[in-house]
């Protein structure tokens, strides 16, 4: 099984007319070879299923996993501080290739949309 890097990059957003291409996420998972999330693989791969945000201001990086539970994907931070859980809408049902866009519930309250802008082997 091998893993695969997908960046995302702040798509445009109220707030953001242009997008944003300083804050978005890097996520390690399993994909499929039609890049969808593989959750068998996935829960045998749980340690190295990662998640990073990435924001201007290195103090909003933050570090964690990628869960699976009900059926539903959320990005799982490693403290406290960093926020609650994230959930991803529909995140097993996206393909996560270049072009394709995701919205992320961020622990803030705001639902924001993101663009996938890279895709490579881990």
Request: charged fraction near 35%; hydrophobic fraction near 30%; aromatic fraction near 10%.
């Amino acid at each position: 099984m091998t893993l695969t890097r997908i960046v995302m990059r702040l798509a445009r957003n109220p707030g953001f007319p242009d997008g944003d291409a300083e804050q978005g996420y890097v996520i390690t998972a399993p994909l499929d070879n039609q890049g969808r999330l593989m959750v068998e693989d996935w829960r045998r791969n749980k340690e190295n299923c990662t998640v990073r945000r990435f924001k201007p201001g290195e103090e909003r990086d933050a570090d964690g996993w990628l869960t699976h539970r009900g059926g539903r994907w959320f990005i799982r931070y490693d403290e406290p501080e960093e926020g609650a859980d994230e959930p991803v809408y529909r995140l097993g049902d996206h393909k996560l290739a270049v072009g394709e866009y995701l919205t992320i519930h961020e622990s803030d309250g705001q639902d924001l949309t993101y663009r996938v802008t890279e895709h490579a082997r881990a």
